[in-house]
């Protein structure tokens, strides 16, 4: 005899296959639809394909009742999984992130803790997500057939997740760029790579924990940067400054690129540009680079020893 699969196994066993323990209204939308349409009408117990997150309430208050799913925190219509063949151990902040808001990324320090570039733990999240709402991402685990005939999934924002402050940051879909989807716990998570994250730290240091921190990520991403990456997306931002900061990072590092003569020959002469745009100009100065250097360097000096 034919057993016949309920909706909410349909859907618990696609969270348990892509090692997920949170889940919104709109995955669960997208999973039981995909159901649907993959299984024959014999072998599920539901008959309708349902069209909006609304269609599912009955279904997620049914799943709290028995326990298979519990609220999370103050964010609502984000659930955890809680029964026991789901993926076990803590609950991340990313995961809980990348549900809230399925086109972000981790960016600025926390992206340099997760490419393990920084040994600085902040309290806080930072997180990049596009300005036009979602650039020209997919959410996490799907593909554009899963998102047919169903209304756009919007991002949120709170304020926290999981009692961490979390740092929106709003960005120009032309800047929204320099991504990896990385599966160190199983479940997706998206993160700029190690050289936007970099990047990032020369243009905002503050954000990443200071210029010292930023540059000692420089230095122990020093044998493993890609560089021709790098220079495509110090290109891509078309910002001068950014150019002549890499350029003397990569200078000091050792690390030559073609790149960086084009780079030189295009800097102003007389101008007032410094290695931290916040903070007073200094005599101290790169003349191959047209930049006051008013922070320390000694982290890039002594790597290229």
Known sequence: ?????????????????????????????ILLRRATLNLAARERRWSELPHG????????????????????????????????????????????????DPYAALSHISAMVFHGLTDDLPRSI?????????????????????????????GRHPAKVLGHPVQWIKVKPENFFGLA????????????????TLLDGLLAPERCGGIANVLR????ARDTLDLDVVVSQVDRFRIAVLRQRVGFVLDEL????????????????????????????????????????????????????
């Open 254 to 305: 050792g690390l030559p690129h073609p790149a960086l003569e084009t780079w030189r020959t295009q800097t102003h002469r007389g101008g007032s540009s410094r290695l931290v745009a916040s903070a007073p100009y200094a005599p101290q100065f790169s003349e191959r680079w047209n930049l006051s250097l008013n922070a320390s360097v000694t982290a890039l000096r002594e790597a290229a020893l």
């Open 53 to 100: 997150v609304t269609d599912l309430y009955p279904l997620l208050r049914q799943m709290q009742r028995r326990g298979e799913l519990a609220p999370l925190g103050d964010i609502r219509r984000l659930y955890e999984v809680t029964v026991p063949y789901a993926r076990t151990g803590p609950i991340a902040e990313d995961e809980v992130v990348m549900e809230v």
């Open 1 to 29: 005899m034919l057993t016949q699969k309920t909706a909410s196994q349909a859907i618990l066993e696609q969270l348990a296959s892509e090692q997920r323990r949170i889940l919104s209204g709109w995955r669960a939308l």
């Open 217 to 220: 990520a420089w230095a122990f």
């Open 126 to 154: 930072t997180v990049m997500t596009p300005f036009d709402g979602r650039g020209d991402q997919l959410p996490l685990d799907t593909q554009p057939r899963d998102l047919e005939s169903i209304p756009l999934v919007s």
């Open 181 to 196: 989807v990385y599966q160190p716990r199983g479940y997706a998570v998206r993160v700029t790579n190690v050289e936007r």
